[in-house]
């Protein structure tokens, strides 16, 4: 009569690459997503300064200037009659450089989004509007 042998499993080599494999993946896939969520945090921040740019465009047209403004806390700003309470939880966003020909709209992340950075758009009535977005500080 046979001896049968009902062992079965894993050796340890085929373990360790598997570890290796699962790490590997992990090394690559963990800072794509961290960037892909820094930057739905950004697109937050644009957002934002999306209504800041369309109330600056209706000041201006009754005004001979754009206005500065500063949205950190409440998110509410008087001159602007613009309402950001919603992305003034994340973020700190100040208009400043006001003048007849731009502005410069700053919005810096704070507590979960400190990790998101700045955002910063500066308006030309030549250019328009472009995005600047320095890299995070650490």
């Known amino acids: ?6 062992q079965r499993g894993f050796t340890l080599m085929e373990l360790m690459v598997v570890i290796v494999i699962v790490a590997i993946l992990a090394a690559v896939a963990v800072p794509l997503y961290l960037n892909y ?3 739905a945090r950004r697109t937050e921040a644009r957002g934002a300064i999306g209504a800041i740019i369309t109330a600056e465009q ?3 047209q009754q005004n001979p200037t754009y206005v500065t403004a500063d949205f950190t806390g409440t998110g509410l700003d008087a001159a602007l009659n613009c309402d950001l309470q919603e992305a003034a939880h994340n973020w700190n966003i100040v208009v ?7 502005y ?4 810096t992340g704070i507590g979960t989004m400190v990790d998101a950075g700045v955002v910063r758009m500066i308006y030309t009535r030549a250019g328009g509007a472009v995005f600047d977005t320095p890299p995070p500080t650490p």
């Open 104 to 107: 410069t709209v700053t919005a």
């Open 58 to 60: 209706t000041h201006r």
């Open 1 to 6: 009569m046979r001896k049968l042998n009902l």
């Open 96 to 102: 400043t450089a006001a003048d007849e020909n731009g």
């Open 37 to 39: 969520v820094n930057d």
